[in-house]
Antibody, heavy 115, light 115 residues
Framework: EVQLVESGGGLVQSGGSLRLSCAAS????????MNWVRQAPGKGLEWISY????????YYPDSVKGRFTISRDNARNSVYLQMNSLRDEDSAVYYC????????WGQGTLVTISS | QAVLTQPSSLSASPGASASLTCTLR?????????IYWYQQKPGSPPQYLLN?????????GSGVPSRFSGSKDTSANAGILLISGLQSEDEADYYC?????????FGTGTKVTVL
C-alpha cells in the first residue's frame, strides 16, 4: 500500500522559511517522480513542484519559482520542499504526491503564514 | 482565462449519470493531452480516479469502479468524466488535470451533489 506521510508544517511569519518532508513507503520510491501540491482553505488544487526519480529535473510554477526548492533522498525514501520568503498566499495544506499520474497522495501538512 | 475550466457545481439524482466537463483554453488542443481526474471528499486528500487519452488508452486507478469513465469532446475542446449510476458516496469535488509545458495544471473543480 502506498503511504506518504508529510511533516514540517506549522505557523511561520511572513518572510520566513519552512522545510517540509515526506516519507514514502509501500512502493519502490526511487523509480517514481514526485510532486508537491497545495490547497488553500476552501480553494482548489495547485501544483507547486516536481522532481524526477533521479533528481535530474525539477519544475515549478511561476508562483513559487525562486522561492521553493524540491529535493529528494532515495536512500531515505524521502522528498523535501524548502520554502523561503513565505507570503500570506502560501498558507495552505501541502500534499506530497506520487508520480506523473498523481496516483498517491499523503494526508497533507498545514502551513499557516502570519503577517 | 484559466487553462482548464470546470463548472463549479452539478447536481443529479441517485442512479442517474453525471457528465463532468473540463474545457481547455483556446489554443490548447484536447486531442494532444492526457486528461487526469481526481475525487476529493471533505476533509480528505484527493484520490486518483483515471486518466484518458483516447478510447483505446484509458487507465483507471486501483480499486476505482468501472462506473467512472473518461472521454473527450473534441468539438468542445473538453475532457469528460462520466459517472454512471450515481451513488451518495460520489458526492465530492472533482478536479481534472493536464501536464502542459512541463507543468501540471489543475482545473477549477466541480462540486457534485447527489440529491
Amino acid at each position: 500500500e502506498v503511504q506518504l506521510v508529510e511533516s514540517g508544517g506549522g505557523l511561520v511569519q511572513s518572510g520566513g522559511s519552512l522545510r517540509l518532508s515526506c516519507a514514502a513507503s509501500g512502493f519502490t520510491f526511487s523509480i517514481y517522480n514526485m510532486n508537491w501540491v497545495r490547497q488553500a482553505p476552501g480553494k482548489g488544487l495547485e501544483w507547486i513542484s516536481y522532481i524526477s526519480s533521479s533528481s535530474t529535473s525539477m519544475y515549478y510554477p511561476d508562483s513559487v519559482k525562486g522561492r521553493f526548492t524540491i529535493s529528494r533522498d532515495n536512500a531515505r525514501n524521502s522528498v523535501y520542499l524548502q520554502m523561503n520568503s513565505l507570503r500570506d498566499e502560501d498558507s495552505a495544506v501541502y500534499y506530497c504526491v506520487r508520480g506523473g499520474d498523481f496516483d498517491g497522495w499523503g494526508q497533507g501538512t498545514l502551513v499557516t503564514i502570519s503577517s | 482565462q484559466a487553462v482548464l475550466t470546470q463548472p463549479s457545481s452539478l447536481s443529479a439524482s441517485p442512479g442517474a449519470s453525471a457528465s463532468l466537463t473540463c474545457t481547455l483554453r483556446s489554443g490548447i488542443n484536447v486531442g494532444t493531452y492526457r486528461i487526469y481526474w481526481y475525487q476529493q471528499k471533505p476533509g480528505s486528500p484527493p484520490q486518483y480516479l483515471l486518466n484518458f487519452q483516447s478510447d483505446s488508452d484509458e487507465q483507471r486507478g486501483s480499486g476505482v469502479p468501472s462506473r467512472f469513465s473518461g472521454s473527450k469532446d473534441t468539438s468542445a475542446n473538453a475532457g469528460i468524466l462520466l459517472i454512471s449510476g450515481l451513488q451518495s458516496e460520489d458526492e465530492a469535488d472533482y478536479y481534472c488535470m493536464i501536464w502542459h509545458s512541463s507543468a501540471s495544471v489543475f482545473g477549477t473543480g466541480t462540486k457534485v451533489t447527489v440529491l
